[in-house]
T-cell receptor, first 113, second 113 residues
Framework: GENVEQHPSTLSVQEGDSAVIKCTYS??????FPWYKQELGKRPQLIID?????GEKKDQRIAVTLNKTAKHFSLHITETQPEDSAVYFC????????????FGSGTKLNVKP | KAGVTQTPRYLIKTRGQQVTLSCSPI?????VSWYQQTPGQGLQFLFE???????NKGNFPGRFSGRQFSNSRSEMNVSTLELGDSALYLC????????????FGQGTRLTVV
């Protein structure tokens, strides 16, 4: 089955700096890659996603890049703010498995004011 | 549009008992997936239902089961509870096609004592 690895497990940045979280996947059939943000005690919230026919997608301060050849994708957050502090999860799925997501182990992002 | 609703929010059960959790998806969504979230194992896929049919199943023992009703509401049941079943159980709702956005409920926090 699919295996998604996520790094780093913790990331501490100064407010205003950029943060980058990286994920790799093993199954070349995977073609949908969402990112979720989970604040303490709350539900995971979809923040951005990318499909395999696209190399990059941006939404305000958040961007995701995908390298299908290398089987890795990354989340980029620019101009970080304290409210960006949370655990971020990457995930992968393929259309054959419908909504079966394989999640990374999570990155705890701490943005220091 | 109302979000994904899970009930109850918290449960405390004794080893050997059984438990039923409920998930009401976003109106119009026909797919419901269930995940177990623990600090050690992260987010793990349990199963997915679409139009009352289980389309996909994760690697959990048969004590974990689910079903979906004609109104798309879903329940999951865990029989003969073990201490290791203590976790946050999350359901995710989506329209049902492959590789579509999935939105999570707040989860049910199950504690087995």
């Amino acid at each position: 089955g699919e295996n998604v690895e996520q790094h780093p497990s913790t990331l501490s940045v100064q407010e205003g700096d950029s943060a980058v979280i990286k994920c790799t996947y093993s199954d070349s059939a995977s073609n949908y890659f969402p990112w979720y943000k989970q604040e303490l005690g709350k539900r995971p919230q979809l923040i951005i996603d990318i499909r395999s026919n696209v190399g990059e997608k941006k939404d305000q301060r958040i961007a995701v890049t995908l390298n299908k050849t290398a089987k890795h994708f990354s989340l980029h957050i620019t101009e970080t703010q304290p409210e960006d502090s949370a655990v971020y999860f990457c995930a992968a799925s393929d259309v054959q498995n419908f909504n079966k997501f394989y999640f990374g182990s999570g990155t705890k992002l701490n943005v220091k004011p | 549009k109302a979000g994904v609703t899970q009930t109850p929010r918290y449960l405390i059960k004794t080893r050997g008992q059984q438990v039923t959790l409920s998930c009401s998806p976003i109106s119009g969504h026909r797919s419901v997936s269930w995940y177990q979230q623990t600090p050690g194992q992260g987010l793990q896929f349990l199963f997915e239902y679409f139009s009352e049919t289980q389309r996909n199943k994760g690697n959990f023992p048969g004590r974990f089961s689910g079903r979906q009703f004609s109104n798309s509401r879903s329940e999951m049941n865990v029989s003969t509870l073990e201490l290791g079943d203590s976790a946050l159980y999350l359901c995710a709702s989506s329209s049902g096609g492959g590789n579509t956005e999935a939105f999570f409920g707040q989860g049910t926090r199950l504690t087995v004592v």
